[in-house]
């Protein structure tokens, strides 16, 4: 079995910052990409950041400059500061593991339970 275990979330005012962290434990052979997803009410989920094996990243554009993702592979782990956070970025926050459990089994994919970010004053 895969877990994914985030942390990280919570009230911020307008222009504060948050730091997710979502680790992976269980049964890993390899991680390849992680990423984080959000979905605010009423509205689809949205990529906001992934980084790859070789760490080659990519962001959602209402987030570059803002959001900076990483990981430390040898916790299976990755992060995602959040700087300047605006109201709109107030949404759920799904961290997404692609991972091989096994050296048979292929990648699969995983997803986090979801972590609560709200930016309120």
């Known amino acids: 079995q895969v877990q994914l275990v985030e942390t990280g979330g919570g009230l911020v005012q307008p222009g504060g910052s948050l730091r997710l962290s979502c680790a992976a434990s269980?049964?890993?052979?390899?991680?390849?990409?992680m990423g984080w997803y959000r979905q605010a009410p009423g509205a689809q989920r949205e990529l906001v950041a992934r980084?790859?094996?070789?760490?080659?990243?990519n962001y959602a554009d209402s987030v570059k400059g803002r959001f900076t993702i990483s990981r430390d592979n040898a916790k299976n782990t990755v992060y995602l500061q959040m700087n300047s956070l605006k109201p709109e970025d107030t949404a759920v926050y799904y961290c997404?593991?692609?991972?091989?459990?096994?050296?048979?089994?292929?990648?699969?994919?995983?997803w986090g339970q979801g972590t609560q970010v709200t930016v309120s004053s």
């Open positions: 997404n593991v692609h991972l091989s459990p096994t050296r048979e089994s292929g990648v699969r994919n995983y």
């Open positions: 269980g049964s890993i052979f390899s991680i390849s990409d």
């Open positions: 980084i790859s094996g070789r760490a080659f990243t």
